[in-house]
């Protein structure tokens, strides 16, 4: 397994695990749908928002806030654009 590979991994367990069940599902579809393509730039910005504490990247997402403009970054829109889908 690449470097790359494994760090895709690591990244996926723990944005599938915050611990925000809410905010789970939504990381999980997320990563289900984009992770995979994430190139090394991609995946420091994706690190970036993992570490932003749930509540406030759960808020962004329903749009009850909206990030600085110093927190922007391609992956963060791409995760803010994201639309979850109920499974059925």
Do not use: C, N
Not at 10 to 34: I, P, S, V, W
Not at 54 to 67: E, L
Not at 71 to 87: G, I, K, N, T
Request: no cysteine; glycine share 4%; hydrophobic share 40%.
């Amino acid at each position: 397994m690449s470097e790359i590979e494994t760090r895709r991994r690591k990244l996926k367990f723990r944005a599938d695990r915050r611990g925000f069940r809410e905010l789970d599902l939504y990381m999980q579809q997320f990563t289900d749908a984009h992770l995979a393509r994430f190139d090394g730039r991609q995946l420091d910005e994706f690190e970036a928002v993992l570490d932003i504490p749930d509540q406030i990247v759960f808020d962004w997402i329903m749009g009850r806030d909206r990030p600085a403009e110093d927190q922007r970054s391609e992956v963060l829109d791409l995760l803010l654009s994201f639309r979850y889908s109920a499974p059925r």
